[in-house]
């Protein structure tokens, strides 16, 4: 009974497979779709190791909004009265610096399974879009110890880092150029022996990561990216809504943020506060009432 069974299955297989080999036949001497063949650019490792550590990660993400309407116009009166313009960007980043300045754990990397390392310099992984071959490449720019520069000096390195040439003093040094065009086997045994060490993580990679491309799109969005970093902030879109000011109709802006975090070293409430800590500086343009050089 079984071997009569067996038969008959191999028999509806094999006159199936007949009918079917036409069809394949025809699809393997379909002609290739008109195309063009690019080299993919070696530096895009960067991104491929960029998300390869970040997804070793448990990341949680806290989406908010503040509100930069005063922030804009302490920026534009600054220009105004100094001649020098200063980009919201800049602004954030500082203003990102010195929260963490005032609670370091949110900027903390785990030494081994017993130790967590809080730095006290704040090293912002900026990351800044520059033309790679025929495209386009988000490259980290670090701006080392943040939290003690002032804002001039942080818009002055984040606006040379969109021009420095790549592969010498700007973002992508020519130590990390040369590492990314390594083959993958090479570059995952390094990776092994920096995320272990926090110092050396830190010295690579920074501490904290922004990315303000969705700053470039209409509409409300703003990225969530994969991230390696124990703290990551993404800067969106900016909108309009109208609010209630002294009985009166006011219109506002507001831009939409992210907030991503190791949840191994960040629990939700305590990521909760800290976003709350950081729109109220943005919403308060604080920086503009203190010597620049300090938070």
């Given at each position: 009974?079984?071997?009569?069974?067996?038969?008959?299955?191999?028999?509806?297989?094999?006159?199936?497979?007949?009918?079917?080999?036409?069809?394949?036949?025809?699809?393997?001497?379909?002609?290739?779709?008109?195309?063009?063949?690019?080299?993919?650019?070696?530096?895009?490792?960067?991104?491929?190791?960029?998300?390869?550590?970040?997804?070793?990660?448990?990341?949680?993400?806290?989406?908010?909004?503040?509100?930069?309407?005063?922030?804009?116009?302490?920026?534009?009166?600054?220009?105004?009265?100094?001649?020098?313009?200063?980009?919201?960007?800049?602004?954030?980043?500082?203003?990102?610096?010195?929260?963490?300045?005032?609670?370091?754990?949110?900027?903390?990397?785990?030494?081994?399974?017993?130790?967590?390392?809080?730095?006290?310099?704040?090293?912002?992984?900026?990351?800044?879009?520059?033309?790679?071959?025929?495209?386009?490449?988000?490259?980290?720019?670090?701006?080392?110890?943040?939290?003690?520069?002032?804002?001039?000096?942080?818009?002055?390195?984040?606006?040379?880092?969109?021009?420095?040439?790549?592969?010498?003093?700007?973002?992508?040094?020519?130590?990390?150029?040369?590492?990314?065009?390594?083959?993958?086997?090479?570059?995952?045994?390094?990776?092994?022996?920096?995320?272990?060490?926090?110092y050396l993580f830190k010295q690579l990679a920074g501490t904290v990561g922004i990315t303000s491309m969705g700053m470039h799109v209409s509409?409300?969005?703003?990225?969530?990216?994969?991230?390696?970093?124990?703290?990551?902030?993404?800067?969106?879109?900016?909108?309009?809504?109208?609010?209630?000011?002294?009985?009166?109709?006011?219109?506002?802006?507001?831009?939409?943020?992210?907030?991503?975090?190791?949840?191994?070293?960040?629990?939700?409430?305590?990521?909760?506060?800290?976003?709350?800590?950081?729109?109220?500086?943005?919403?308060?343009?604080?920086?503009?009432?203190?010597?620049?050089?300090?938070?």
């Open positions: 009974m079984s071997s009569r069974l067996s038969s008959r299955l191999s028999s509806r297989l094999s006159i199936r497979l007949f009918l079917l080999l036409p069809q394949l036949l025809k699809l393997f001497r379909e002609p290739p779709a008109p195309g063009t063949y690019q080299a993919y650019p070696k530096l895009r490792n960067f991104i491929l190791d960029v998300m390869a550590e970040g997804r070793r990660k448990n990341i949680i993400n806290l989406l908010f909004e503040a509100d930069v309407t005063l922030a804009r116009q302490q920026l534009a009166r600054h220009g105004e009265e100094t001649g020098e313009r200063i980009s919201l960007t800049t602004f954030i980043a500082k203003s990102l610096a010195c929260a963490i300045d005032e609670d370091k754990f949110m900027h903390g990397y785990r030494q081994g399974k017993s130790k967590l390392v809080l730095f006290d310099e704040v090293d912002l992984a900026v990351m800044v879009e520059r033309d790679i071959q025929d495209g386009k490449l988000p490259v980290a720019q670090i701006v080392r110890s943040a939290n003690s520069k002032s804002m001039n000096e942080i818009n002055n390195e984040l606006q040379a880092a969109k021009v420095s040439p790549l592969g010498e003093n700007g973002p992508l040094s020519a130590l990390e150029t040369f590492f990314f065009e390594l083959p993958f086997c090479v570059r995952k045994i390094v990776w092994f022996f920096i995320r272990r060490d926090p509409g409300q969005a703003v990225l969530i990216p994969i991230t390696p970093m124990t703290l990551t902030l993404s800067i969106g879109s900016i909108g309009t809504k109208l609010v209630l000011e002294n009985g009166m109709p006011a219109e506002r802006e507001l831009i939409r943020l992210n907030l991503g975090a190791d949840h191994d070293i960040i629990d939700g409430a305590p990521l909760v506060r800290f976003s709350d800590r950081l729109k109220k500086k943005l919403e308060t343009g604080f920086i503009f009432d203190y010597p620049q050089s300090v938070c």
